[in-house]
């Protein structure tokens, strides 16, 4: 019985924690958006600084990306930005990614020489398209993904490259807007952008032509578990310079530093954060600063999953790679120069995000026994699970209100309405299940199984045949 | 039971679940009105510029325009959005025309009032504004908002007493332009473009007064507006003993000079401790290359630091006295297999260009 109060204290303020480190999260983020709003004028005046723009490699992983790949380029090659070269990667893929791209871009093959900066698969031809000068394309032995942006690092000729999923759809002011916070301060090391759900949406010509939402409901529960990572999750750690995760998806670097930090880490499955935390940990161990920002007006549209298996499997990987990326670097913890990002987003990630799955179903489980053994009353289990509801309604609805107070992406009220919906239900079903698929990640990282990327099902469907 | 659920928890718990609803019922409303106040602005800024568009393009091809009506000071403050816009894209008597139009009707008195009473934005707006409109009465306001911490709405006050008066603004600014680490540089090369001599002329009177932190913000403001220091000060910063940061940043303003007359100090930083410095020396000295260099280039290509051989390298292959022959056999004579890598890359490159 002590042991099960003690579970149950746990678990309250486990609670109490979280949610009180969330909403902190959560009033950083209004004031950063508040300020974003009061400088939108400067946004409407014609922008005269491309002359100082930094010319940029987009580099476009492509991995069996047959359905969507040359949708995306097409976007890729509509976007506002002075300088910029399009780098696709395809990393071995079995379907007809390469022949796609061929029809579409008319490549020839070209030879160019290049010192291998970091070491990757081999490459077995380089092509270049006869329409677009500017988009060339490197087709390598199967790697995976880190491989992959590694080799377009070793290709690229610009100072900063741009991580891009072969899937996604920028806005078209998105790399612009993305590249500010390099163009300010000389010393940035990486900016990340906003990750959209594109499910609903429709794409024509690479141009995302109509804002919807989708019929699915595991899509509709993502839209807004994505507005509330991107919104204030990251927007709150970008403030204290603590962000530890910038999407795999779109993300701007400094190249030089990447190098200088051995570029991805292919043994790990989550190398997008991996190689954020690993830039805090080495370049403030050396004393330098290591900005990194986020840009909530930088959006790009993405796929998710609509199927539980698909889901399961993405989540399970996301969690992993989250234990890897923090184990591998765990120098970082509290280390003398780590700053925010090591005496306050470290640890949180750690408590909460890492182990917190853990914790959680614990203390379901130890709040259910409390109540079969009567420790506490139905009434009372009752009322603390309406609290801790309430709170995360709270929370979805507070994201809801900082995209309607700064974006108004959703046209629609009855869009708004649906949302949320959407995040009431969250709390009853979803949320425990992401938990206990956590809860594998987690176990797959202890008992160290062999990581498998799994099969992303990709439907396209978002994207007008044309 | 006893422990906990009769305990404060619970009734903590209620209060909790109290609270998280009302504040939610709260963020709901704040949704509609977020999504009420934007949709009657944007009607609002529609109805507005389809009107007063024709009158702005009116007065452009020098028409005398009838207003609709008078106007209040919102209607006041969208007219100088649009305004903006339009004088930032044009240029020549047009652009002139619509600025004494804007005067006439009284939007600079609007501006005036908000760059001391309104809100962050509006002091950003009339700010925008009143350099636009070279209000030179607001020059008092616009340097108060330049010493606020705020790093956007300072660094566009600046902007505009640039263009009310360049002179004294850089005589008055300059401890900000070169202390101010947070203004963005690609905004500060932007402003201070069209005030380069008078720039120039500021950075080389002050040098000496200037600190190694301001030192390096003015090499660096140097380099992107393309502006020289005297030969004297370049010699006097070329001194092996100074730090990394200021040497890196008059290697990189000497890189761009291209001088030979600077060649001998710079070959004398081959020797510096620190690395970066090395392969910016590297670097520097590659368009300025003697043959006389080839012996000591070929040292550097034993440098620890990988950028440094590079550069070394990349310099050996443009020496026109060592050539692609010379190059392949420097190659084969080398025994460390990263000087050979580096210069094997360079030989890749010389065949196929060839």
Redo the contacts between chains.
């Keep these: 019985m002590i042991l099960l109060e003690i579970f149950t204290w746990v678990f309250v303020g486990y609670n109490i924690a979280i949610n009180l480190g969330y909403i902190t999260l959560n009033l950083m983020s209004i004031v950063s958006l508040v300020y974003k709003n009061q400088e939108n004028l400067l946004h409407k005046l014609p922008q005269s600084y491309s002359e100082f723009e930094y010319p940029i490699s987009l580099l476009v992983p492509a991995y069996n990306e047959e359905a969507t790949i040359v949708t995306s380029i097409k976007s890729m090659l509509q976007l506002e930005y002075s300088s910029i070269e399009i780098v696709v990667i395809n990393d071995g893929s079995k379907d007809g990614t390469l022949e796609a791209l061929n029809a579409a871009f008319e490549l020839k093959k070209i030879t160019q020489s290049k010192s291998e900066l970091i070491q990757t698969q081999t490459v077995r031809g380089l092509y270049q398209s006869s329409q677009y000068p500017n988009l060339f394309v490197i087709d390598k032995k199967n790697g995976g993904k880190a491989d992959s942006l590694n080799a377009g690092i070793n290709f690229s000729n610009s100072p900063l490259f741009c991580a891009v999923d072969a899937d996604s759809i920028l806005e078209r002011t998105a790399l612009q807007r993305l590249a500010k916070p390099f163009m300010r301060d000389p010393q940035m090391v990486v900016s990340g952008g906003t990750i959209r759900v594109a499910n609903g949406c429709q794409v024509s010509q690479g141009n995302l032509t109509h804002i919807g939402l989708s019929t699915n409901p595991l899509a509709l529960l993502q839209v807004v578990e994505y507005l509330r990572a991107f919104l204030f999750g990251r927007l709150g750690w970008s403030r204290l310079n603590a962000i530890l995760i910038v999407s795999g998806a779109f993300g701007l670097f400094k190249k030089e530093k990447i190098i200088e930090v051995g570029g991805y880490k292919t043994n790990t499955i989550g190398e997008d954060m991996e190689l954020i935390v690993r830039l805090h940990r080495i370049l403030r161990s050396r004393g330098e600063e290591c900005p990194v920002e986020f840009v909530a007006d930088s959006v790009c549209w993405t796929e998710v999953p609509e199927d539980i298996k698909t889901l399961r499997n993405q989540r399970i990987r996301w969690q992993r790679g989250l234990c890897e990326s923090l184990y591998a670097n765990k120098g970082l913890l509290f280390s003398k120069t780590g700053g925010a990002a090591g005496w306050v987003a470290f640890p949180f990630m750690l408590i909460f995000e890492a182990f917190g799955p853990l914790l959680e179903i614990v203390g379901y489980f130890s709040m259910f026994m409390a109540v079969v053994f009567d420790y506490i009353s139905w009434n009372a289990f009752f009322v603390i699970s309406v609290s801790t509801v309430s709170i995360g309604v709270l929370l979805s609805t507070s994201a809801l209100a900082l995209e309607e107070f700064s974006f108004h992406t959703y046209p629609k009220v009855s869009q708004l309405i649906v949302l949320w919906l959407v995040g009431i239900i969250d709390s009853f079903g979803y949320r425990q299940l992401n938990t206990y698929w956590r809860v594998i990640g987690l176990y797959k990282w202890v008992a160290q199984t062999e990581a498998q990327w799994g099969k992303m099902t990709r439907k396209g469907s978002w994207q007008a045949k044309n | ?1 006893d ?3 009769s305990s404060n ?2 009734w903590i ?2 209060i ?2 109290m609270l ?2 009302a ?2 019922l709260i ?2 409303v ?2 509609c009105l ?2 009420w106040i ?1 949709n009657a602005e944007r009607q609002s800024y529609e109805i507005f510029s389809n009107q007063w568009f024709p009158i702005l393009a009116g007065v452009i091809m020098g028409e005398t325009p009838k207003i609709p009506k008078e106007l209040n000071q919102t209607d006041k403050l969208i007219l100088l ?1 649009l305004w ?2 339009w004088h ?2 044009i240029a020549g008597d047009a652009s002139g025309r619509l600025k004494k139009f804007i005067s006439e009707i009284g939007c600079n008195a609007v501006a005036l009032n908000l760059i001391q009473k309104g ?3 509006q002091k ?2 009339s700010s ?1 504004s009143l350099g636009n409109l070279n209000d030179s009465s607001a020059w008092e306001h616009l340097k108060l908002l330049v010493e606020t911490d705020d790093q ?1 709405v300072s660094l ?1 006050a600046a902007r505009a007493m640039l263009q009310l008066n360049s002179e004294r603004a850089i005589n008055e600014l300059m401890p900000m332009i070169l202390g101010r680490a ?1 203004w ?4 500060l ?2 402003i201070l473009k069209q005030s380069r001599a008078i720039f120039e002329n500021e950075i080389i009177k002050g040098w000496v007064t200037f600190d190694e932190v301001q030192q390096i913000r003015a090499l ?1 403001l140097c380099v ?1 507006l393309d502006l020289y220091l005297t030969e004297e000060m370049l010699r006097q910063l070329l001194q092996i003993n100074h730090g990394a940061p200021l040497l890196n940043a008059t290697l990189k303003l000497l890189e761009r000079l291209q001088n030979p007359a600077y060649r001998l100090q710079i070959i004398q930083l081959f020797d510096h401790p620190s690395s970066s410095v090395r392969a910016q020396a590297v670097r520097a000295h590659s368009a300025i290359a003697d043959p006389r260099d080839i012996e000591i280039l070929v040292e550097m290509l034993y440098d620890n630091d990988s950028l440094t051989r ?1 550069y070394a390298a990349l310099t050996l292959s443009q020496s026109s006295s060592l050539g692609i022959q010379g190059l392949r056999s420097l190659k084969e004579a080398l025994e460390d297999p990263r000087a050979y ?1 580096a210069v094997a ?1 360079m030989c ?2 010389l065949e ?1 260009s060839t």
């Design positions: 039971m422990n906990f659920a928890v619970l718990a209620v909790v679940s998280t609803a504040l939610t963020l709901i704040f949704i977020f999504r934007f959005r903006n816009y930032q894209s809100n962050r934005a950003l707006l925008i956007i566009h947070k963005d540089m690609s905004v090369t932007h660096k992107s590079n890598q890359v890749m490159r196929l």
